[in-house]
């Protein structure tokens, strides 16, 4: 059966447009509330530790407001384990943070953090958060996220999408192509994203262990010329035709 392909809103970048001014517009939640109107089947927001995006308050305001389920993506650091257990998200996406870098560049070396992440996939797995752990597309870190426990990895889609066509993209492809069915085979659920827009979607939407593409740049964007709710359908209509007779089911 062909499984349904969630799309999550990423909406950091409607509080980057509002944090250039500093005051309340654009509303990230009056974003995620059009984008729950338009089709999307989680709302994903990433708090970051200097909080250049997202800030506290519009996490508390999306807990408070939404109906869609939310995916944090945040840095496994105490301060952030404690907001999440605080607001206790539907899924938390762990993801490497450096203050210099303009947007999450790689995944996270879970084999080489285990030590380390352990007990934020445990605490938070305890709290009855879905943990997702942010990695590129190898066998090493895969492994490594189902040895930790971990029940859904995100691919880094980034590399892909930056590799222009013919310059080597198909084989980036091809590496997300084999990490999904290796996903699949050790009994993790895959999800992708970074950096994907309507050019680049196709072939992810397309690979069909991958259950959820998160995407929120592109559609921000996008979004200016000709509005978020139209944005989100065309996105949507991109991958529901590379998942033809897939149906919207349950979240988990
Ligand atoms: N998934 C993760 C884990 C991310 O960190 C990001 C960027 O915040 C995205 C998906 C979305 O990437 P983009 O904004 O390039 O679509």
Same mark, same amino acid.
């Given at each position: ?9 990423? /909406? ?22 059009? %984008?729950?109107?338009?089709? +999307?089947?989680?709302?994903? %927001? ?22 869609? !389920? ?18 206790? !998200? ?6 490497? *943070?450096? $203050? ?21 996939? +445990? ?20 492994? +490594?996220?189902?040895?930790?426990? +971990? !029940? ?12 222009? !066509? ?48 998160? /995407? ?19 996105? $949507?209509?991109?991958?529901? *035709?590379? $998942? ?7 979240? $988990?």
């Amino acid at each position: 059966m062909t499984r349904y392909l969630r799309l999550g809103v990423n /909406i950091d970048h409607v509080a980057t447009v509002r944090n250039a001014r500093g005051g309340k517009h654009p509303d990230p939640v009056r974003a995620a509330h059009l %984008a729950a109107e338009a089709g +999307a089947d989680g709302i994903t %927001a990433h708090l970051r530790e200097d909080r250049r995006h997202i800030r506290d308050a519009d996490v508390e305001r999306l807990m408070a407001e939404l109906t869609l !389920p939310l995916n944090l993506e945040m840095a496994a650091t105490d301060e952030m384990l404690a907001i999440a257990l605080r607001h206790r !998200p539907h899924a938390v996406c762990l993801v490497p *943070e450096k $203050r210099t870098e303009v947007t999450t560049e790689g995944g996270l070396d879970v084999d080489g953090g285990r030590g380390h992440l352990e007990r934020y996939v +445990a605490e938070l797995g305890a709290a009855g958060i879905r943990v997702s752990l942010f990695i590129d597309p190898e066998v090493r870190q895969l492994d +490594a996220a189902r040895a930790l426990g +971990a !029940p859904v990895v995100e691919l880094h889609t980034g590399a892909y999408c930056d590799t222009p !066509p013919g310059a080597g993209r198909g084989s980036e492809l091809t590496r997300l192509v084999q990490a999904a069915a290796h996903a699949e085979a050790i009994g993790l659920e895959c999800h992708a994203g970074h950096g994907l827009d309507y050019g680049t979607v196709g072939p992810v939407a397309a690979i069909p262990t991958i259950v959820e593409l998160n /995407i929120g740049h592109f559609l921000v964007g996008e979004a200016l010329f000709v509005g978020l709710g139209e944005t989100i359908r065309a996105m $949507r209509r991109r991958m529901d *035709e590379e $998942r033809p007779g897939a149906r919207a089911g349950a979240v $988990r």
